[in-house]
């Protein structure tokens, strides 16, 4: 059996993210994408094929695709971003844990909270990629450093919100005593917990520490 599915988008930008989603959704499947402009708007015809029960598994599969793909291009105050089209999104240099991008941004005065698979933040699309693409490149940098795994994060945060780079960065964190070797060592480490040291660097930021 075979069903098809057509879909409307205002702009090229938003069809192509469809259709890329769609592919990494449903691989393996049997599915033709075309796609042609007609009014002003771009239609996307998709076939899939299979027996009535996974006709139904895969059309709602689309429609959850194309919900997620309109929320991220939605116009409004907030918005909810499937994670998935984020890091679809994202050219990332290295991995990072996507909470720091919510302690990141509630530092930054925004709102941001992880939903399940969605990423509620107040701005766009285009902005949170640009976000998270930042904080790869700093968590690239930071693979050659002997920092601990918390303490990354709190360096990172750091160096966004300072427009400075990673080792002024942790210079600046051992002055103001939020990181200190381990023993002997020269591991970094530490002092608070991450959430104290979350305050404590909202503290530094804000000039009053």
Known sequence: MRRDAVFTFLSMDEAMLFIDM???RI????????YQ????????????????AELSLLYDELMRVYKDVK?????????????????????LS????LDLVVDLLQLMGRRAELRGSKLVVDMDLEDLVSLVERVSEIYKELMNTNVSSQGKRIVAIYSILRGKGVKESIDDLVRHGLLTRYGNTDFLVMTLDYQHSLTRLQSIIEGSG
């Open 37 to 52: 402009k007609a009014s002003g708007n771009i239609k996307v015809r998709v076939s899939i094929e299979g027996d009535a």
């Open 71 to 91: 929320m991220a291009k939605s116009r409004g105050a907030i918005r909810a971003f499937d994670v998935s089209i984020i890091l679809n999104r994202a050219r």
């Open 22 to 24: 769609v592919s990494k």
């Open 94 to 97: 290295a991995a990072i844990p």
């Open 27 to 34: 691989k393996g499947k049997s599915l033709m994408i075309k």
